[in-house]
């Protein structure tokens, strides 16, 4: 009998040698192609001169364009830099104190006031209150007084601006406009005087704003023209003919300045100096085009070749001589006649379970010809009834039609499982396969769905991975219905998200001398509205298997740092997943988190687990590393389960150490464990870690880790998960805890 890749092999060779005739299409080329192509060719070249004009008159617009843009933009940043000047002026403690607590305008005069007299960044200073009145003001020319719209003009849609920005977001609003004063245009810019060191908001009738203006004039453009490398621009009363111009207007849409300049009209030069390069170029083209065509042509005799070529490539394996998935249900559909509408169909799935080490060991080519010797082996235990393709990496599919394929299958998966100790020789090497796991599927099918029985044994042979491998998983809807269940999951945990059903709890963690609360762990909570709370054990590992951990563990950051930033300086303690870590911007993230908060980075705490030291720890050292230096603190959690050991608080860089409730239960009852936890926390103590108990639910067991050493509590003997509210409640009855206990 034919093996499997002998049989693959042949019907490579036949399609070859099909390919392998001259192309029919050769008598029409002159015709259909060469005449056309000249023909287009002459009609390009006419056309590239009147093109070449049409380009050079759209170069001199572009150019004038991108004049009008560049300036518009240089005096945009001008104005935006000047805002922002004034967001760093206004935000000051020092300014806040001077201003607020004890006024002072000599400190004004001094800090704002001089600047504004030597200063490149803004020549004018002023400090309003919230009706544009003068409290104080300096500028390069001597005092200012009186009222900010006698001084400048939109003064009024500003501090409308101004005041609607506050509204929204807070002191820390800022404007920027350009205006008008006595000297011509103006750039101007307001921000609210305010601390920057957690100082109360400022109610709205004492509130100080503190106005930066830098003049508009020739020197000041000549400068900009020079940084950015503009056309020479200059403030005039009427642009002159043949320039290009642009007018300034205030915050209340007034014109206060018109600025001119000479454009330049780069296309006419590249007119004059391109079109005789432009004919050379068409002779080379034209040269180009013969080339072009006698290639062409002599690429059709290879089409035919080409064409089958691709046909066969599309459904047989390359590496293997196999068919395909794509090849195998195309001959399962030539074999089911379209009369007789359904047949019996049975596919059996085996995949080499030690198949992604041998590729690591040997390389791809090794793994392919382990296929093949593997694809014959079950070939001649099929007899040849069976048609064979590759149907993934480390997979071969056997498919069988009949009313006895079910039974014939079924029976060769036993062979097969039967040899798979064997070792697969392959040139001089004979090499251990390390099991097979095997998917069998057998239903009716018409041509039209020839593909489900495929698909369904793909679901039994992952089944047959899952469960351990090595073994054969007949297809049933249960297996089907699971896979379902596992992706309708992840859906709605997507959909939770959208729709804020997830939620943040706080269990306390308690320093045991003084019974104050120092610090909480935040935990998810999934209170899902349709079917009920769902527990994190269910919806954390389908979120990890979908990619969705990101999302929520990014939504656990930025939420327990929004809900307890405020709270004093309690500590923040976030588990971080695996598969966060594997993420090379969480640093960014927790970084940009803090600082929209504007939370110290240590209050917060990571919690990280072993699996992540285990399997990639120089990459763990370096984002330890990297989130320590930043000041946020890194607990190693879950310590006493796993890998469990001590040389990790020596390995990395923690900040403290989390015994787990299976280490610290029964801990009184128990001296092994006791004399283990009580060592742990000798080396913890040794390296400057700190030691936290987690799980603690009977007073025998927290009497004993405190006489051992631990001071940090965290568990049901001292309190529950809360909601952010009964957090805060139990904050504020401190002194009573502490008086009960």
Same mark, same amino acid.
């Given at each position: ?352 379970? !030690?198949?992604?080490? /041998? ?5 791809? =080519? &090794?793994? +392919?010809?382990? #296929?093949?010797? @593997? *694809? $014959? ?14 149907? !993934?990496?480390?997979? /071969? ?5 009949? =009313? &006895?394929? +079910?039974?014939? #299958?079924?029976? @060769? *998966? $036993? ?28 239903? +009716? ?297």
């Amino acid at each position: 009998m034919a093996a499997a890749s002998t049989l693959a092999k042949a019907i490579k060779a036949r399609h070859l040698k099909e390919a392998d005739r001259p192309a029919s299409a050769l008598a029409g080329f002159t015709l259909w192609i060469a005449l056309p192509t000249l023909a287009v060719y002459v009609g390009v070249c006419a056309l590239v001169v009147v093109a070449m004009h049409l380009m050079s008159s759209e170069m001199n617009a572009i150019d004038s364009d991108r004049g009008q843009k560049a300036i518009a933009a240089a005096v945009d940043s001008l104005v935006v830099g000047l805002g922002e000047s004034a967001a760093d002026e206004a935000t000051w403690t020092e300014a806040y104190i001077n201003t607020y607590v004890e006024p002072n305008p000599a400190w004004h005069d001094a800090t704002w006031g001089s600047t504004a007299r030597i200063s490149d960044t803004y020549d004018t200073a002023i400090l309003t209150d919230v009706d544009g009145k003068i409290v104080f003001g300096e500028s390069a020319r001597g005092p200012v007084s009186g009222s900010l719209a006698d001084a400048f003009s939109g003064a009024a849609e500003l501090l409308a601006e101004l005041e609607s920005e506050i509204s929204h977001s807070g002191d820390g609003a800022t404007v920027a406009h350009l205006s008008r004063n006595s000297r011509g245009a103006v750039a101007l810019a307001a921000a609210v005087v305010r601390g920057n060191s957690g100082q109360a908001g400022i109610p709205r009738e004492h509130r100080r704003i503190l106005w930066l203006a830098k003049q508009l004039d020739d020197e000041m453009l000549r400068g900009v023209a020079a940084r950015f490398e503009l056309p020479l621009p200059r403030l005039v009363r009427v642009p002159q003919d043949g320039h290009d111009s642009m007018v300034l207007k205030d915050a209340a849409g007034a014109d206060i300045a018109t600025i001119d300049w000479s454009p330049r009209r780069p296309g006419d030069p590249a007119f004059a100096h391109t079109i005789t390069v432009a004919v050379m170029v068409m002779l080379v083209i034209g040269v180009l085009v013969f080339l072009v065509l006698a290639a062409f042509r002599h690429s059709i005799k290879l089409r035919a070749v080409a064409d089958e070529r691709d046909w066969f490539n599309a459904r047989y394996d390359p590496a293997t001589g196999l068919r395909n998935r794509f090849g195998l249900e195309e001959h399962l559909k030539s074999l089911i006649p379209k009369k007789r509408g359904e047949r019996s169909v049975t596919a059996l799935q085996v995949y080499v379970d !030690g198949l992604p080490d /041998i590729v690591g060991l040997y390389g791809r =080519e &090794t793994a +392919a010809q382990v #296929l093949v010797s @593997l *694809a $014959e082996r079950f070939a001649d235990m099929s007899g040849g009834s069976a048609t064979l393709a590759r149907i !993934g990496p480390a997979e /071969i599919g056997l498919v069988e039609i009949g =009313e &006895t394929s +079910a039974i014939d #299958l079924g029976a @060769l *998966a $036993e062979k097969i499982l039967e040899t798979a100790s064997d070792p697969v020789p392959v040139g001089a090497l004979k090499l251990k396969i390390g099991g097979l796991s095997i998917g069998l599927a057998s239903a +009716a099918a018409t041509r039209d769905d020839v593909g489900n029985v495929i698909r369904m044994a793909e679901a039994a042979v992952a089944k047959a991975r899952e469960t351990g491998g090595n073994h054969t998983v007949v297809y049933t809807p249960a297996i089907e219905d699971e896979r379902r269940r596992r992706i309708e999951l992840q859906t709605d945990i997507r959909r939770g998200l959208e729709a804020s059903e997830f939620d943040l709890e706080y269990q306390p963690i308690i320093d045991f001398r003084t019974q104050a609360v120092i610090g909480v762990e935040a935990l998810m909570r999934w209170n899902r509205r349709a079917a009920g709370p769902m527990g994190p054990g269910e919806f954390i590992p389908a979120a990890e298997a979908s990619g969705l951990i990101d999302d929520l563990g990014m939504f656990a950051l930025r939420r327990a740092v929004e809900e307890i930033g405020p709270l004093g300086n309690l500590k923040i303690s976030v588990n971080v997943s695996t598969a966060q870590l594997r993420n090379p911007n969480l640093p960014q993230i927790v970084f940009s988190a803090l600082d929209e908060w504007g939370v110290d980075p240590t209050r917060l705490q990571l919690e990280v687990t072993e699996s992540f030291l285990v399997t990639q720890p120089e990459r763990a050292i370096k984002l330890i590393e990297q989130l320590r230096h930043a000041g946020v603190l890194i607990a190693l959690d879950d310590f006493g389960t796993g890998y469990s050991s001590i040389g990790y608080l020596k390995q990395f860089s923690f900040d403290r150490v989390k015994l787990d409730r299976s280490l610290v239960a029964d801990i009184d009852e128990d001296p092994v464990q006791a004399a283990l936890v009580e060592s742990t926390m000798v080396y913890a103590f040794a390296m400057g870690l700190a030691v936290t108990a987690e799980g603690v639910e009977r007073r025998e067991e927290a009497a004993l880790l405190s006489r051992l050493g631990c001071r940090e509590f965290q568990g049901y003997l001292f309190a529950r998960p809360l909601r952010l509210a009964q957090l805060e409640r139990l904050i504020g009855v401190e002194p009573e805890l502490r008086a009960a206990s």
